[in-house]
């Protein structure tokens, strides 16, 4: 038996450590396959080419899906099922896809090649399906029954084939646009196989995937990635990749002005900044402002205790609202100027500070969500990882 070899080409689309996470549910984030129905249909055709992803695209699609489609399609895929074929005409229109309709093209293939439909004919059905006009695919039924007697095929083959066409009635992918759909898939998952912590950065960054941030957050904790809470000096623009962990950009924080943000952008560009006092002088935050910042944890790496930012935080406001002039910070020599209130200080605790991260940032970053729920019974609970174990 003669053994074949990839070519480069073909190795590209065929990594198994991309299909393997593809095949069990990992592809959450990942554009145009995140969704439960795609991870599900994955997992159910256990799809390992990207023929069967760029299939899979479009047997999703609701003109597609209809009549137990994914189901046949996902044992016709795997070989669980024999392909067959209504007539030997349909075989040269479906044998890309198991002999199923899966895409606009196979209106047009065999409203031509089985009832020999004129070509603007089968377009106007192919249309007609898309957009459910029932009076208009009624009329062009009628033709397609017509034309396909004339070609002598039988009476109960066209009712059948007529079926099939029919069913594909809603909304479907061509394949060329099915196609750029799955190469753009297996891209995103081979990138987030190799890359996990940059993908699910970008991902977060981009804002606009199938799921509310926290499950990307979420998503990251199960891939062994932690989360780091804004830093003035490392201020974004976007969530920054740190080998295993991920920072948390200012722009994140709510309540955060546009200008402000900006500003803190600008400035740090010009350098890092120094302290609280170099960045109260820079940037000119508002009181609120330079609170929410505290709070969110952007001043920790000057080594200094919430209680101290604080404190610090009112000596500042106070001395620049009294010269009205940031002009005249000069005043200000240094940080030690102003004193800590006397009597003990209470520190936030750790469920006050993720508390706070959760209103700031949709999600605590210090930690999973679930330690904000100290009366989870932990000795019965079960990790995802190991729930295919049940």
């Known amino acids: ?41 994955c997992q159910m055709s256990n799809v390992h080419d990207i023929d069967g992803l760029v299939a899979i695209v479009s047997v999703i699609r609701p003109g597609a899906a209809n009549e137990q489609k994914k189901l046949r399609f996902t044992r016709r895929y795997q070989g669980l099922e024999p392909v067959t074929y209504a007539h030997p005409s349909l075989e040269k229109c479906l044998y890309d896809s198991f002999g199923l309709v899966v895409y606009e093209e196979h209106i047009l293939k065999i409203s031509e090649q089985f009832a020999g439909l004129p070509v603007g004919r089968s377009d106007v059905l192919r249309r007609a399906l898309n957009k459910g006009k029932a009076e208009l ?38 394949k060329a646009h099915s196609t750029a759909y799955g190469v753009e898939a297996y891209q995103a998952a081979w990138l987030k ?51 295993k962990k991920i920072r948390v950009p200012i722009s994140y924080i709510k309540g955060l002005g546009a200008k402000t943000n900006d500003a803190i952008l600008r400035e740090f560009q010009k350098g890092a900044f120094e302290s609280m006092l170099d960045f109260y002088r820079r940037v000119l935050p508002s009181s609120e402002e330079i ?26 406001q106070r001395a620049h ?29 750790r469920r006050e500070k993720l508390e706070l991260e959760a209103e700031l940032f949709g999600f605590p970053a210090s930690e999973h969500p679930l330690a904000l729920h100290e009366n989870v019974a932990w000795e019965t609970y079960c990790p995802v990882s190991r729930l295919r174990e049940f």
Not at 138 to 166: C, D
Not at 292 to 316: I, N, P, V
Not at 321 to 347: C, F, I, Y
Request: charge should be negative.
């Open 321 to 349: 609202s009294q010269t009205n002039d940031v002009g005249q910070a000069w005043l200000l020599k240094d940080e030690t100027t102003h004193r800590m209130p006397e009597g003990p200080l209470r520190e936030p605790t």
């Open 137 to 174: 695919i009624e009329e062009l039924r009628k033709e397609f029954f017509a034309s396909a007697r004339a070609l002598g095929r039988e009476q109960k083959v066209i009712e059948e084939v007529w079926n099939l066409v029919s069913g594909f009635e809603g909304y479907a992918f061509c």
């Open 193 to 243: 196989c190799y890359f996990p912590t940059e993908f699910m950065a970008a991902v977060l960054t981009n804002g606009k995937g199938f799921y509310a941030p926290l499950v990307y957050m979420l998503e990251s904790q199960r891939l062994g990635i932690t989360f780091l809470a804004p830093s003035i000096n490392q201020p974004g623009p976007g969530f920054q990749a740190l080998e």
């Open 1 to 41: 038996m003669a053994t074949h070899f990839m070519s480069p080409q073909e190795e590209v689309w065929a990594d198994p450590a991309v299909w393997e996470m593809i095949t069990n549910g990992g592809a959450r984030a990942v554009h145009h396959i995140e969704s439960p129905a795609m991870v599900n249909l």
């Open 291 to 316: 609170e929410l910042l505290m709070r969110a944890g952007a001043f920790d790496e000057f080594g200094k205790s919430r209680t101290e930012q604080f404190w610090e935080c009112q000596f500042h």
